[in-house]
T-cell receptor, first 109, second 115 residues
Framework: RKEVEQDPGPFNVPEGATVAFNCTYS??????FFWYRQDCRKEPKLLMS???SGNEDGRFTAQLNRASQYISLLIRDSKLSDSATYLC??????????FGSGTQLTVLP | DAGVIQSPRHEVTEMGQEVTLRCKPI?????LFWYRQTMMRGLELLIY????????DSGMPEDRFSAKMPNASFSTLKIQPSEPRDSAVYFC?????????????FGPGTRLTVL
């Protein structure tokens, strides 16, 4: 079983739609959680951290459920520029980043 | 400020050849990470250095792979001999002292194709 699992998609949604991505992790000792964004043929970049209380950054909302070992990302009012691959990332006690395989999103005009 | 610099950006080589990938971290960053990304396996950590010392190389696939960091501003990842299954995008990332590991800054990557 992979340490971090994501639905690879692709998710094809119209502009303005709300879309949600899910991620599960296998190591209950994982300490920190993040969403990264990777544009086609580019490097990954940090999108936002994920906290147990849930956190919001504009149109983006991230949630963490430690009991279920589940992380989510919600994008509201999606824009064409949101088209990318979204990577779920987890760190353990060694503080190294473990990446999911990513979920591909295409926002259609 | 210049970000992480990687060279070459693209490399096409034949099976059996030696391949050397290069990375210059952001000035002042003391941790450096090498990752490999493929469609099948996603983004995997190969090795990381702290203050030029290899800390964890458990992700290095096999003895054909080696990495060095002779000084704070330069690192290499070498594959010898290369095989078609090594084809991937190789990313280098760096991190400032005391920075949380999610604040790694990634270079643009080297796209390696082994024929």
């Amino acid at each position: 079983r992979k340490e971090v699992e994501q639905d690879p998609g692709p998710f094809n949604v119209p502009e303005g739609a709300t879309v949600a991505f899910n991620c599960t992790y296998s190591n209950s000792a994982s300490q920190s959680f993040f969403w990264y964004r990777q544009d086609c043929r580019k490097e990954p970049k940090l999108l936002m951290s994920v906290y147990s209380s849930g956190n919001e950054d504009g149109r983006f909302t991230a949630q963490l459920n430690r009991a279920s070992q589940y992380i989510s990302l919600l994008i509201r009012d999606s824009k064409l520029s949101d088209s990318a691959t979204y990577l779920c990332v987890v760190t353990g006690s060694a503080r190294q980043l473990t990446f999911g395989s990513g979920t591909q999103l295409t926002v259609l005009p | 400020d210049a970000g992480v610099i990687q060279s070459p950006r693209h490399e096409v080589t034949e099976m059996g050849q030696e391949v050397t990938l290069r990375c210059k971290p952001i000035s002042g960053h003391n941790s450096l990470f090498w990752y490999r990304q493929t469609m099948m396996r996603g983004l995997e950590l190969l090795i990381y250095f702290n203050n030029n010392v290899p800390i964890d190389d458990s992700g290095m696939p096999e003895d054909r792979f080696s990495a060095k960091m002779p000084n704070a501003s330069f690192s290499t990842l070498k594959i010898q001999p290369s095989e078609p299954r090594d084809s991937a995008v190789y990313f280098c990332a760096s991190l400032r002292p005391g920075g949380p590991h999610n604040e790694q800054f990634f270079g643009p990557g080297t796209r390696l194709t082994v024929l």
